[in-house]
């Protein structure tokens, strides 16, 4: 199986979304609120590496990924 990464970039309202493949090519990206998000992680490959940038929300999504079995990194 690939490893595969979603770079994650955190705002207020609307998140946006990146997911590279093992060779880092581009395979998605989306715009999201909060709500569609939270689901949206839910369906991610488990394992999948989550990047994002280290803000005040950043802690809790990264419990949110580890939730789905995703592992965050900010």
């Known amino acids: 199986m690939a490893t595969i990464t979603l770079g994650i970039d955190l705002s207020k309202q609307v998140f946006s979304t990146c997911m590279l493949d093992g060779?880092?090519?581009?395979?998605?990206r989306r715009e999201m609120r909060r709500d569609a998000f939270a689901a949206w992680l839910a369906q991610c490959p488990a394992g999948a590496i989550v990047a994002m940038?280290?803000?005040s929300g950043a802690h809790h999504w990264a419990r949110r990924c580890?939730?789905?079995?995703?592992?965050?990194?900010l």
């Not at 060779?23 to 998605?28: A, D, E, F, I, T």
């Open 23 to 28: 060779s880092g090519r581009v395979m998605q």
């Open 53 to 55: 940038e280290a803000c």
């Open 66 to 73: 580890s939730e789905h079995g995703l592992n965050p990194r």
